[in-house]
Each structure stands twice: as structure tokens, then as C-alpha cells.
């Protein structure tokens, strides 16, 4: 067997997804996912050519250029005439006067941090690159390996739950006895995962035979909506409603299809479509009543605790914003430059970390330049969205952009984009979006 272009993209993804979900604190595994990346640069080096000097999206290009150039424009030294200057250094040249006076320092307030923000860019960068010279076929084989891996990871969560945390744990310093972590350290991640899953599930297209497709798609659908249940993730339970939209409206289509004589399948009849959701609602049913009644009703009790800190950082992160604005302190600083600005009646024995909020973090971070991005990015998702309504592949598109969507809506109240195994989600999410956005694109691989 050939390893080819898409098997490399491939085992990129699958790596990135096992090994990529413990954030910043495992260096090690994020050093692996890194390095493999670097190895698809290397062995692609035409197609990655080709994406970056003959681009066939100016805007797309244009925004991964400015992306990786962030950070490392905020580690270049500069004079001490010029960084004095910036918001938020006064601390930093007190310091310094007192210590041996004032010299040339970067950008950034911590600039091994914002070069570990860098190197974590290579993976999107690396999926992007790659996977906009590859065909069709291989991109959605790399979906169908996604949601493969969510089943596999539904399965390593049961063990977590059933062992109440005690086997199958891969990142056990945040002992939950009785939550699903499956392969990540952040149980919102793990179910943001397994909502991107069940997306997918939803819009890819269904081949022959496909009655025996829409019941295993069931069958796999149930397991991965429990699973989410089992995360005990309240903004992952609620994003369920998306996969849940996108099959109904998945099921309309081949609806519609059938009375005009396009359906794919055109011995199936099209209440066998629309009997798919209900066989995957009555199989979900099943599944949960199989369980102690105290797993679920644990889950949904989480919705009824209003006392949450995020609050209480939030509202510092926002001091530390505005002293930083709108030059930013440096990608990857703000647990650094955080405790500066954290308040004594919020302090607690444990650090924030994180500001769980992306948004606000970015903000600290990158200031205006960070934001500006965030908003090109998201109007480029807008742009190939509306563009994709004319591809016969437009379900799946549209799939992609709800995958971009929910990990949006959590970066609100959490910060998924942080883990390698996410960021390289919404890298192929954002790749196959624009190979339907652009139907022509692409070479057979």
C-alpha cells in the first residue's frame, strides 16, 4: 500500500486527535503532534508551495500568513525607546532599572510562551496547506476517521466512567470520578469532540446500501450523543441541538430528493430517511435507560448551579485587557500577565489558568491585531458558507461550518482552541469547507 499524500494527512489527523488533547501542559505529546506536522510540511513541500505563492484563495492564504506572523513578530527584541512605550511595560522597565538598567527586550511580556504559541500554529497550518491539494475522496476519508476515533474514544470513556476515573484516565491531574475525559484533560473539550462527531455523522454522504449505513449511523449517533451526556459538559449538551438540526435537515433533503426522482438511492423509500432520526432518538433512549438514572440526572443537575468563577475572571481578565490595549502582552503570556491584575476578594487556592473566555484571552494577549484576525477568520467562514450552497457536497459544508460555529460558542465560555487535538479539528473542518466552497480545487491523491 502507497503511503500517499492523503494517508500522511491521514495519520496527521489521527495523531493530532490522540495525542493532542492535553493542552499546554503536556509538551511532550504536543511536540509529537508538532513534529509530525512538520514531517507532512516536508514531505508536501509542492503542495505547500502551491497553497502559499500560487494561492487559489488570496483570503485564505492571507489570513494563515498573518496568523503565523503574529506571534513571531511579538518575539523579535526591539529597543528600549520602542517597547518603553507600549501599554502594560511599566512593570517589567521598574524591574529592569532596578536590576541593571533598560535594554533591548520583544514584544512579548514572555516570549518563550509566545514562541510555544507559534509552534502550536503548525498543525492547522500543516492540515490547511496540505489538505487543499488533496482530492474529494480524501478528505472525506479523513472525516470518516474523525468520527471513527469518536466512537473509539466513547470507548475509552466508558471505562473511565465505569472505573470512576481510576483506569483508562490519560490525563489524571484532574481526578472527576464518573465523568467521560475520553483522549483529552478538558471534559468541554471532550464534548465539543463528540458534537463534532456527531456533525459529521450528520452530513456526510450516504453511500450503498444505505439502509445499513442510516442504521449504523444511528447506532453510532446514540452512542455519541450519551457520551456527551457523560462528559457532564453543560455547553456541549447544549450544542447537541446542532447535530440534531443538521440530521433533520439532512433527512428533508433526501426527502425532497426522492419525490423529484434525484434521490441517491432511489429503491429506498424517503420515510426510511426521515425514520433514521427517530431510530437514532429511540436508540439514544435505549441507551440511556440502560444506565444508573443517577449518571444523567448528575448531568443535568450541573445546569442548576448558578456559582461559577468564570465570573470572578472574567471581570479581572477585563482589567487586564484594557491595561494591555490595544497592543496586547504577547501570545500565550495571559497566565503570566494575569496574576498582576487578579483582585484579592477573587483569589483562590487554585490559579485561573486560563480566562475561559477565548475571546477576552485573545484580547490580553494580541489586543486589536488579535481581534481584527478573529473577525476576518469569521467572515471568511461566512463567505464559504454562502459560496458552498451551489456544491452537491453543500450538507457537509455546511457541517463544517457548524463544527467552526460551536467551537466559537464554547470559545465564549471556555477555550478549546487551546488544545492541539481541537485546533486540528477545526483545521480539517475548515479545509473540507473550502474544498466544497470550491468544488473544482484539489487533485486526485
Excluded at 18 to 35: D, E, H, R, S
Excluded at 79 to 97: A, D, K, Y
Excluded at 399 to 415: E, F, K, T
Aim: aromatic share 8%.
Amino acid at each position: 500500500m502507497r503511503f500517499d499524500r492523503a494517508r500522511q494527512f491521514q495519520l496527521l489527523i489521527v495523531i493530532a486527535l490522540l495525542a493532542g488533547g492535553g493542552g499546554v501542559a503536556y509538551g511532550f505529546a504536543n511536540l509529537a503532534v508538532q513534529l509530525t506536522a512538520l514531517a507532512l510540511l516536508a514531505a508536501n513541500l509542492p503542495a505547500v508551495g502551491a497553497f502559499f505563492f500560487r494561492p487559489q484563495s488570496i483570503a485564505l492564504t492571507i489570513l494563515c500568513t498573518a496568523s503565523l506572523a503574529l506571534p513571531l513578530f511579538q518575539i523579535i527584541p526591539l529597543p528600549s525607546t520602542l517597547w518603553t512605550e507600549l501599554p502594560g511595560r511599566q512593570i517589567v522597565h521598574q524591574s529592569l532599572m532596578i536590576s541593571g538598567g533598560l535594554g533591548w527586550f520583544p514584544f512579548s511580556l514572555d516570549s518563550a510562551r509566545t514562541l510555544v504559541a507559534f509552534l502550536g500554529l503548525l498543525l492547522p497550518m500543516a492540515i490547511i496547506a496540505v489538505g487543499a491539494s488533496l482530492s474529494r475522496e480524501a478528505l472525506m476519508r479523513a472525516c470518516r476517521t474523525v468520527v471513527a476515533i469518536g466512537v473509539a474514544g466513547f470507548a475509552l470513556g466508558a471505562v473511565q466512567v465505569l472505573s470512576s476515573g481510576q483506569v483508562g484516565l490519560l490525563y489524571p491531574e484532574n481526578p472527576m470520578p464518573g465523568v467521560m475525559f475520553t483522549t483529552f484533560a478538558n471534559r468541554n473539550s471532550a464534548g465539543l469532540f463528540m458534537v463534532c462527531c456527531l456533525i459529521m455523522l450528520a452530513t456526510l454522504p450516504i453511500g450503498h446500501p444505505a439502509r445499513r449505513q442510516l442504521l449504523m449511523r444511528a447506532g453510532v449517533g446514540a452512542l455519541l450523543t450519551l457520551g456527551v451526556f457523560l462528559t457532564q459538559s453543560r455547553s456541549s449538551m447544549v450544542l447537541l441541538i446542532v447535530p440534531a438540526m443538521l440530521a433533520l435537515l439532512q433527512a428533508g433533503t433526501f426527502g425532497q430528493a426522492h419525490k423529484s426522482g434525484k434521490s441517491v438511492s432511489r429503491k429506498t423509500p424517503a420515510k426510511f430517511y426521515f425514520g433514521g432520526a427517530g431510530l437514532l432518538v429511540a436508540a439514544l433512549v435505549a441507551a440511556v435507560a440502560l444506565l444508573p438514572a443517577s449518571r444523567i440526572s448528575t448531568s443535568l443537575e450541573r445546569f442548576s448551579h448558578t456559582s461559577d468563577a468564570r465570573a470572578m475572571i472574567w471581570d479581572d481578565s477585563l482589567f487586564a485587557a484594557k491595561r494591555y490595549w490595544p497592543a496586547g502582552a504577547g501570545m500565550g503570556t495571559f497566565d503570566e500577565v494575569f496574576q498582576v491584575d487578579e483582585s484579592l476578594e477573587h483569589l483562590s487556592p487554585r490559579t485561573a489558568g486560563r480566562a475561559h473566555n477565548d475571546y477576552i484571552e485573545i484580547a490580553i494577549e494580541a489586543g486589536a491585531a488579535g481581534l481584527a484576525l478573529v473577525a476576518f477568520w469569521a467572515a471568511l467562514v461566512l463567505w464559504l458558507t454562502v459560496k458552498a450552497r451551489k456544491s452537491p457536497d453543500r450538507q457537509l459544508g455546511w457541517g463544517c461550518a457548524a463544527i467552526l460555529m460551536c467551537m466559537a460558542l464554547q470559545s465564549g465560555l471556555d477555550y478549546p482552541l487551546r488544545s492541539q487535538a481541537i485546533l486540528g479539528l477545526a483545521a480539517l473542518a475548515l479545509a473540507v469547507l473550502v474544498r466544497v466552497a470550491n468544488p473544482d480545487e484539489g487533485e486526485r491523491s
